[in-house]
């Protein structure tokens, strides 16, 4: 791969992991919130012993489910991202 191609791969390479170090930012606090929510909706589930706050539970654990795994798997990209950076970095340095 010549110099240029590189230089521009790694620019693309470290564009998009910025963008997923944000993007897992905002998880980070939105799996907060909603774990939050789901802790006191499982709570309440269990004092209230009602149908209705049982369903508002799972529905909560449904979505901080989700969103863990969204973040599980925007975390993987962002590795593989940086293993592609340092290797395209050991490229750029033998070139």
């Known amino acids: 791969m010549s110099r240029a191609s590189i230089e521009r791969r790694l620019t693309d390479v ?5 963008r997923l170090r944000e993007e897992l930012a905002v998880l980070d606090e939105q799996l907060a919130h909603f774990r ?3 802790d006191d909706l499982r ?3 269990m004092v209230a012993e009602t149908a209705e706050a049982g369903r508002e539970h799972r529905a909560a654990e449904r979505t901080v489910a989700g969103l863990r795994s969204d973040r599980e798997a925007k975390a993987a990209r962002l590795e593989k991202l940086e293993r592609t950076q340092d290797e395209l ?3 750029l340095m033998g070139n």
């Not at 470290?14 to 910025?18: I, M, V």
């Open 14 to 18: 470290s564009t998009e992991a910025r």
């Open 89 to 91: 970095l050991d490229e």
């Open 36 to 38: 939050a929510d789901a």
């Open 43 to 45: 709570l309440r589930a």
